[in-house]
């Protein structure tokens, strides 16, 4: 491995670098919603520590973002380069004979912000030998879900290099170059947008029994490689993207927990807007998503198929007026608004969410997580991103591949949603996604 130490040294310990809009906006959220990001890696091996936590030390040099802490001056929010992180602040081990049991323990970790770092990197080691599980939390300030897999694809890349060996070369990256030009500022007609913006405390579709949270869950559905084949099998004779399908199906599966036979099923999407630059300053992870609101009409009675062309449409309307823009000019509003006011105006929002008891569910597509891109030098059996958990009323799916496998995953507050109707919402959704009655899908919670 070669880090050029030299260049990462001359940047003083006590630099600090105005965030952007997009990790301002994500700190907001956080005064009601813990924004944290996790990449659940299942291994076919051992990993070992030592070289692990050489690894990562260099992976945050190399991303010296994650290695830093938010400062708040003069009404304004930094980043600050932490001058002395131990290996205790981000690497933990535990280990038992069943990993799996564990999960649900390390994914409950926090990670204050304002003290960072910004990850934590865990590893469950499987007693009996056979194969470790590997957890990254990352702050959602630092990171958006795309950040994440190139942290864990550097991250596994210097750690392949301890263990055999063969230098891994990169450059550290810089704090600065965070710092992006509006986005509004790159939208020719900024009135060009989907509607007069998002309200996030819309119409919420799955009922939450209580605003009390005493628990974090995260539900899981794993989709065999030869269930894959069919869905995408299916979707190409319907002429419609996964994307389509999947949300049809989400929207299908809410309406039918209610007793309407018509229902405009809204839905938060999430988008990389990351389409919209010139192009991507030299590698560095990045939080430059938003996400955009859906509103699907479902029929009780009618085909996925049905529902997916009517997504399909939808969507394709919506990507020919700059979707995320408005998210994004909220970002920035709020950023050049100032701490204060920006936190006066998000809780204000956040009160009447709680008067209301409704939010609208969030679905995150995170795309696909290639196998070359997760090489620790051990067969990786499964690889997962799940949702940024919100407090209730809120509710995150997220989708995620790993080479021809997929997850569908989901977080939440107990007893805010109640586990059964969680479990029934699951089997549904399993049901109605295509090749179902020849390979179901395997369920469990974390």
């Known amino acids: 491995m070669v880090l050029n130490q030299d260049r990462f040294q001359s940047e003083p310990a006590s630099m600090r670098y105005r965030v952007n809009p997009f990790d301002f906006f994500s700190d907001l959220l956080s005064l009601f919603s813990d924004q944290m990001i996790h990449l659940v890696v299942m291994l076919e091996g051992q990993i070992h520590p030592e070289s692990l936590i050489r690894a990562a030390n260099l992976a945050i ?128 007609n900024r009135e060009n947008t989907n509607s007069d913006g998002v309200d996030w405390s819309d119409k919420f579709s799955v009922p939450a029994h209580s605003m009390h949270c005493e628990k974090q869950v995260f539900s899981v ?31 299908a599966v809410c309406s039918g927990l209610t007793q309407w036979r018509l229902r405009d099923i809204h839905l938060l999407t999430t988008i990389d807007l990351r389409r919209y630059l010139n192009q991507v300053p030299q590698r560095t992870v990045f939080n430059y998503s938003t996400a955009f609101e859906v509103a699907i009409p479902v029929f009780h009675d009618e085909s996925l198929m049905e529902t997916s062309l009517r997504a399909h449409e939808i969507m394709d309307q919506i990507k020919k007026n700059n979707p995320g823009i408005e998210g994004a000019i909220e970002a920035e509003d709020l950023y050049n608004a100032g701490c204060v006011k920006a936190r006066y105006e998000m809780q204000k929002q956040w009160d009447e969410v709680r008067i209301k008891g409704k939010r609208s569910p969030l679905f995150t597509n995170t795309g696909i997580i290639h196998p070359g891109d997760l090489d620790p030098g051990i067969p990786v059996s499964r690889a997962f991103l799940l949702p940024t958990h919100n407090l209730p009323p809120g509710f995150s799916f997220a989708i995620s591949s790993f080479g021809d496998v997929m997850t569908l995953s989901s977080s939440y507050g107990l007893p805010a949603f109640d586990s059964d109707m969680v479990r029934e919402l699951y089997t549904s959704l399993d049901k109605i996604i295509p090749g179902y009655d020849s390979d179901p899908g395997a369920y469990m919670t974390m």
């Not at 069943?98 to 304002?114: F, G």
């Not at 990254?136 to 950040?147: E, L, V």
């Open 221 to 251: 559905l794993c989709l065999s490689r030869e269930r894959v084949k069919i869905i995408h099998e299916v979707r190409k004779k319907w002429n419609v993207t996964l994307n389509d399908l999947m949300l049809a199906a989400v929207g």
């Open 61 to 188: 040099k190399a991303e010296p973002v994650v290695g830093c802490r938010l400062v708040q001056e003069d009404d304004k929010l930094f980043w600050e380069k932490i001058p002395q992180i131990r290996n205790e602040d981000f690497f933990f081990q535990i280990e038992d004979s069943n990993p799996v049991s564990r999960l649900q323990k390390v994914l409950s970790y926090k990670i204050d912000p304002y003290q960072g770092p910004m990850i934590r990197i865990n590893l469950i080691k499987n007693t009996e030998n056979t194969g470790d599980i590997l957890v990254i939390n990352a702050n959602h300030a630092s990171m958006d879900g795309k950040g994440m897999k190139d942290f864990a694809s550097l991250l596994f890349s210097f750690y392949r290099g301890e263990r055999t060996g063969c230098a891994f070369h990169t450059e550290p990256g810089s704090v600065s170059q965070r710092i992006l030009p509006d986005l509004s500022s790159r939208i020719s």
